[in-house]
């Protein structure tokens, strides 16, 4: 956060009354932002010194935007970490970043369970959080390798892991995708995902600053709420995961409230063409359908001017002097149509997962790439679509079954909004498919799912067994669906339900 601290001191000094953050509280400016984290850098200098790794409570607020100009300001390097954390989940970022300060309101400090043997000193901080430190000589910042941010991400795995960025490879995103989406300094900027997520952190605070724009947030997801908000401040662009940009287009009053956008970027999660035409007619705004990941920040984005069938049907283009491709079991590169497993390399590449206090660097192929698990087809126009998790099968009696395949042609049925297709346990088969559905209209019945199916010639063996119409498809603590609890959703759903298999 270094340069960006620098930038924004001087932009306070240049136009102090600008508006840096909208919140829940109200307007902030520039002025306010930059005397709030000069008193913050003030007092971890009084408290530590030196240059400190410093964790911090990352709410959608202009107290996240102050917390990490602060610690820019120090030369430190800033972990945010969300305020619903689990104990065990901080333990592991305890371990892990090893800070030096910990900063957050005491029902945080309280839930996460901050030992105060090792954070034995404390202080009021800004706008109501508590600074703790210890008393130990603060870290030396050169252990992070050039990494100024660490934020958690579940992984694949399910395992936390704690992702360290550079201001560079943070700054190379920003700036792509401020050129691919045509964004001014000034447009206004939508930070909805919790601020806690690597790309929330990336694209919902630390562009807009870049961007001398407001950060617009939201405190907690609430769809009637985004879309009033985004009216209300003429919001130009926003990032959101799918299961969210698909909540905004059946919320009431839905229809056209989004002309403000330039565009919408939607990523990290399955999508599907169908929805998301469905879902940007009804909004009236432009999607973009990316691919990125927290090890990589959103290294590809189509054209607000591509066509549909581009921008929505397939994961954008890399940005510039980023390459993905696909490869072979063997690592070799396939040509252009070919499914394979992803790598990228380019200069948003992270730093390494932290562990005990340092970055673990990322295990690259010998020329560079880092394969990403997904499988994936790039085109001969250089757009490339993501094919799914390499593992994300469902194995039925020996056989096994693409869940993204499955996934994808019920999403064509036009009353579905919504789809997760999830294996259940079957003593029998091992596992068997059932399909949790979101609908626009009416209950979708596994009647109706499997003569669609039929319909389209989708092959029999891959069609789900039971089928539940639910409210909404479960989700993480930052939007994006969470299959381990769609699994166990279906499974519940299929001990009390009356289902029907073929």
Not at 112 to 128: H, I, L, M, N, S
Not at 187 to 206: E, I, M, Q, R, T
Not at 230 to 252: F, G, I, S
Request: proline fraction near 7%.
């Amino acid at each position: 956060m270094w340069e960006l601290a620098r930038e924004f001191v001087a932009r306070a000094a240049n136009s102090p009354d600008d508006i840096a953050v909208v919140d829940a509280t109200g307007e902030h400016t520039v002025a306010e932002v930059v005397a709030a984290a000069t008193g913050l850098a003030a007092q971890l200098d009084a408290a530590t010194g030196g240059s400190p790794t410093v964790l911090v409570q990352a709410d959608n607020t202009w107290r996240t935007l102050a917390a990490a100009i602060a610690v820019g300001l120090r030369g430190g390097l800033i972990a945010v970490f969300s305020r619903h954390a689990t104990p065990s989940e901080f333990a592991v970022a305890l371990d892990d970043v090893a800070p030096d300060v910990v900063i957050a309101d005491r029902q945080s400090l309280s839930q996460w369970g901050v030992p105060e043997d090792r954070f034995c000193e404390e202080a009021v901080a800004t706008a109501g959080w508590v600074m703790r430190w210890s008393r130990s000589p603060v870290s030396d910042i050169e252990r992070w390798n050039g990494g100024i941010a660490i934020a958690m991400t579940s992984g694949s795995t399910g395992h936390p892991k704690c992702v360290v960025q550079s201001e560079s490879a943070i700054r190379y995103a920003c700036g792509c995708t401020i050129e691919a989406v045509g964004l001014e300094p000034g447009d206004p900027v939508a930070a909805f995902v919790p601020l806690s997520s690597v790309a929330a952190f990336c694209f919902g605070l630390y562009l807009p600053a870049m961007l001398a724009a407001p950060m617009v947030c939201m405190d907690g997801w609430k769809p009637a709420t985004a879309l009033e908000v985004v009216r209300k401040h003429q919001v130009a662009w926003t990032m959101l995961v799918p299961t969210m940009a698909l909540q905004l287009a059946v919320a009431p009053d839905a229809a056209g409230a989004l002309t403000s956008l330039r565009a919408m970027t939607v990523g990290g999660g399955p999508m599907d063409a169908g929805a998301l035409g469905r879902a940007e007619q009804t909004l009236g705004t432009t999607f973009l359908r990316v691919f990125g990941m927290s090890e990589c920040l959103g290294h590809t984005t189509p054209l607000p001017a591509d066509e549909p069938d581009v921008r929505l049907g397939r994961d954008g283009r890399p940005f510039p002097g980023t390459v993905v491709r696909a490869v072979d079991e063997q690592g070799a590169p396939l040509p252009p149509g070919r499914v394979g497993d992803a790598q990228v390399a380019g200069p948003s590449l992270f730093v390494g997962y932290a562990r005990a206090g340092a970055p673990t660097p990322p295990e690259l192929t010998a020329d560079g790439f880092l394969p990403t698990g997904d499988l994936v087809e790039v085109a001969e126009d250089g757009t490339i679509r993501v094919m799914g998790r390499q593992k994300q099968i469902i194995i039925r009696g020996g056989r096994n079954i693409d869940i993204n395949e499955v996934e994808a042609a019920i999403a064509r049925i036009p009353t579905v909004s919504q789809v997760c297709v999830v294996p259940v346990p079957d003593e029998l088969l091992g596992e068997r498919a059932a399909a949790l559905v979101v609908s626009t209209g009416a209950p979708v019945t596994l009647d109706e799912v499997t003569a669609h199916l039929g319909d389209v010639e989708f092959p029999k063996f891959k069609w789900p067994e039971f089928v539940f119409t639910i409210d909404d498809l479960p989700q993480n603590r930052v939007g994006k669906l969470s299959r381990p609890d769609a699994v166990d959703l279906a499974t519940r759903l299929l001990a009390g339900a009356d289902s029907h298999s073929y």
